[in-house]
């Protein structure tokens, strides 16, 4: 994907809008319902978004994301390649009836997750608004 070089690296340890994406497919940022900017909204199962150029340093430990949605699903975390095996999974479960606003889930990462790359946010089902992302050391 080719555009305006990166000015630094990506700092993936300060909470982020999950609107935030180098180059995506299949995803569309929105207004937010529940407050905050703006939300991912992810449109057909595989969507797909990806951040350039993140430097974990020393390595990062977990990923934190803040959502809301209308079915069970997943999202995967792939290093460098969309099509490459995914390091780890988030598991996003429908909220019940009268919750409002955005929830978390977290998800450990293997280790070694460390140095400069790109990340593939993989999504497993259309309905998703995801409202931010946080990885931690």
Known sequence: YE???QVKAFDPYTE????????QAGAIAMPAFFGGSMTLYTQV???WTMLSGVDFGEGAKALTVKYSCVCDGTISIVLDDVNAEPIAQVKLAR???G???LIEA???LP???SGKHDVYFVYSAPSFRIGSYRFEQ
């Open 3 to 5: 555009g305006v070089p």
């Open 16 to 23: 982020f809008p999950a609107a935030t994406a180098a180059c």
């Open 45 to 47: 199962p595989g969507s």
């Open 95 to 97: 909220p019940g009836w």
């Open 99 to 101: 919750v409002r606003g």
């Open 106 to 108: 977290t998800a450990e």
């Open 111 to 113: 280790e070694g997750v």
